[in-house]
């Protein structure tokens, strides 16, 4: 397994860090940071945090989706335009935290449209591979549990 590790392991150009501040009933909000902004993205539950995450993927064309994901719109298919610059490095990635909990996601593949990665666990040193973008919201809630359960 590949390792994210907070010092060394993982270099990728599509690394994010997920600060959640706050989780109510299963929904979470916080902040999404990449190296190609200072600024972070703000979420305020989980369908924003996926939609701030595939438009990342889809501008910094990494990792390539296997397959167009479907819509009601007639949207023409856009052509590939520049990757973007990174503005910041990893070790600013990295020391970002969140209020309940900090993640860091790998996404490997993005293969039957969904997600296939690595989920760090930043305050408990914990990794998991993910399968899917359902799975990867599961083993999120399931740390947010634990650190409320407290």
């Known amino acids: 397994m590949n390792k994210i590790q907070r010092s060394g392991g993982i270099a990728a150009p599509n690394l994010l860090s997920i ?16 190296c190609y902004s200072q600024e972070p993205d703000r ?49 600013f990635l990295m020391s970002q935290k969140g209020k309940l909990a900090t993640f860091c996601v790998y996404v490997q593949y993005r293969q039957n449209a969904t997600w296939q990665g690595i989920l760090s666990w930043e305050e408990r040193g914990r990794e998991v591979e993910f399968r899917s973008a359902l799975e990867f919201l599961a083993l999120m809630d399931n740390a947010i549990a634990l650190v409320k359960k407290k």
Request: hydrophobic residues 35%; contains cysteine; proline residues 5%.
């Open 19 to 34: 600060c959640v501040d706050a989780g109510t009933d299963g929904e979470l909000s916080g902040r999404l940071y990449s």
């Open 43 to 91: 979420f305020g539950n989980v369908i924003q945090l996926l939609r701030c995450m595939e438009n990342f993927y889809n501008q910094v064309q990494f990792p390539e989706a296997a397959v167009m994901l479907r819509n009601f719109e007639k949207i023409p298919q856009k052509r590939r335009g520049a990757v973007p610059e990174q503005k910041t490095d990893r070790a």
